[in-house]
């Protein structure tokens, strides 16, 4: 069985290659870009390499020491000064070095002998093709184009190569931030979704189960129905809210279940109507995202000692699903408090699933509390 690589490791493996590549590129330039003759001048070629060893080494303490321990730690200050630190200091140690050398090139020879009287030893300096007086070599040497001091190629190379290093870190590392914050949200919303799972009271189970106990010897065939509808509702949250996206059909049906069950607990006084379309989607959504209003609203918007009523409504076009939830508003500060809770529990997990592509109204007047939740589909 193959193992499949995923894009972090990809993109762990693409740094490394471009780095490689890069180095790579500056020990072959030599070989092919070199002012050499016939052959490799090998001579030349080794000194070049040894020029690049201050370069690597100031590449390495960038890379392991200075960006780490600095850069990433919100010192940039300090990271600036010793980054700048080392190249001058590299750049100046390579600047004395060439300077030593030129001097111990251009130390005098040792003296010759003085001009005798002999007319041969007064002759006149050669003359070149033009029938003119020879000029010494290094006034010839001044009108050519002079290289870059190795000096200064050294300080050009260590500010491109510590700014390409300092760069790449940088985009790979909020590449992988954005990564990390990406995973944090799935997560996040992953929590929200067993939260809200978990938002269905087991008192609901125990309530339900009494009233299905009680059933058994008014209405068997009533209380055997009510059974099968538990087991769905239990089978849907244990199950179909761990996945990321349900049918539209498995949702409304767990809607239908949760509210048919809720009868059992009141009498003909509360009024419950549930509209539900004819024809279903086959689109899909993240699992539960209704259940929080809804268990609200027989919650906290039911009465013992008045009427009460609560109506749920869902419309699907094309791209849009509509939930519509109606409760009427019992005066319960605590129950108040409590429902806006769940109610903004549930905003933040439509923000971590849809950001700005919801529609979410609530209203909340004396007598009633009114829902309305838009979704594209």
Do not use: C
């Not at 300090?78 to 590299?90: A, H, M, N, Q």
């Amino acid at each position: 069985m193959k193992r499949r690589i995923s894009s972090k490791n990809y993109l762990n493996l693409f740094e490394p290659i471009i780095i490689s590549f890069i180095w790579v590129l500056l020990i072959v330039f030599p070989l092919f870009f070199g002012q050499f003759e016939d052959q490799i001048n090998w001579n030349k070629v080794f000194r070049t390499w040894i020029t690049y060893i201050p370069l690597f080494i100031l590449f390495l303490l960038n890379r392991f020491v200075l960006l780490p321990r600095l850069f990433f730690n919100n010192k940039r200050l300090i990271y600036l000064l010793s980054v700048s630190g080392l190249i001058i200091v590299f750049s100046t140690v390579s600047f004395i070095n060439e300077t030593t050398k030129r001097e111990t090139r251009n130390q005098p020879p040792p003296q010759q002998q003085p001009f005798s009287n002999n007319p041969d030893h007064r002759r006149p300096p050669p003359l070149d093709g033009n029938n003119t007086f020879a000029r010494p070599l290094e006034q010839r040497d001044q009108h050519l184009p002079q290289p870059i001091p190795p000096y200064l190629s050294l300080f050009i190379l260590s500010v491109l190569i510590v700014s390409f290093d300092t760069g790449l870190r940088v985009s790979f590392r909020l590449v992988d931030t954005e990564r990390e914050k990406e995973k944090l949200e799935k997560e996040n919303v992953g929590t929200q979704l067993a939260f809200l799972r978990n938002q269905v009271s087991p008192h609901f189970f125990m309530n339900t189960l009494n009233n299905i106990h009680a059933l058994v010897d008014i209405n068997t065939e009533e209380a055997k129905e009510s059974i099968i509808q538990l087991s769905k509702l239990m089978r849907h949250l244990l199950y179909d809210s761990e996945i990321d996206k349900i049918s539209l059909q498995k949702e409304f049906s767990f809607i239908k279940n949760y509210v048919d069950l809720m009868k059992l607990r009141f009498s003909d006084k509360v009024e419950i109507v549930l509209n539900l379309p004819d024809q279903i989607s086959d689109k899909s959504i993240p699992p539960l995202l209704f259940t929080s209003f809804v268990e609200n609203a027989f919650k906290h918007g039911i009465s013992y000692e008045q009427p009460s009523f609560i109506h749920i409504s869902f419309t699907v076009t094309d791209k849009i699903l509509t939930f519509e939830l109606t409760n009427s508003n019992p005066k319960n500060e605590t129950a108040d408090e409590s429902s806006g809770i769940g109610i903004e529990n549930s905003r933040k997990r439509l923000d971590l699933l849809y950001g700005k592509n919801y529609i979410l109204k609530t209203e909340d007047k004396d007598d009633k509390y009114s829902i309305q939740l838009s979704l594209p589909i």
